[in-house]
Nanobody, 126 residues
Framework: QVQLVETGGGLVQPGASLTLSCAAS????????VAWFRQAPGKEREFVAA????????HYVDSVKGRFTISRDNAKNTVTLRMNSLKQEDTGVYYC???????????????????WGQGTQVTVSS
């Protein structure tokens, strides 16, 4: 099993940047597909970005392409989400999720992930 802990959320103004970190323990994060999801009040959980296990290619929802960057540090066993040019619509609770067996076509499906962190709040407001 892997345990996930997210840090780095906060309250920022539109146009600002934040970096979220997902620290994994128990197993090497490189063995897992790891994704960031977010959930705004009253809305369903939404895919944001991900790595498929064992490969370096990244996947993003269209609304964050060019603004967000997901990266993985195998030595520190962490996955980071760098968020630039934040918008009010980026507000929500951000969750890190991992799974070792999902297939590529399920990468954006929250139901395919077995392991979740507790979430960290990101609020973008002027």
């Amino acid at each position: 099993q892997v345990q996930l802990v997210e840090t780095g959320g906060g309250l920022v103004q539109p146009g600002a940047s934040l970096t979220l970190s997902c620290a994994a323990s128990g197993r090497s994060v490189n063995r897992y597909s790891v994704a960031w999801f977010r959930q705004a009040p009253g809305k369903e959980r939404e895919f944001v970005a991900a790595f498929f296990r064992g490969v370096s290619s990244t996947h993003y929802v269209d609304s964050v392409k060019g603004r967000f960057t997901i990266s993985r540090d195998n030595a520190k066993n962490t996955v980071t989400l760098r968020m630039n040019s934040l918008k009010q619509e980026d507000t929500g609770v951000y969750y890190c999720a991992a799974d070792s067996t999902l297939i590529l076509t399920s990468l954006r499906n929250s139901r395919a992930y077995d392991y979740w962190g507790q979430g960290t709040q990101v609020t973008v407001s002027s």
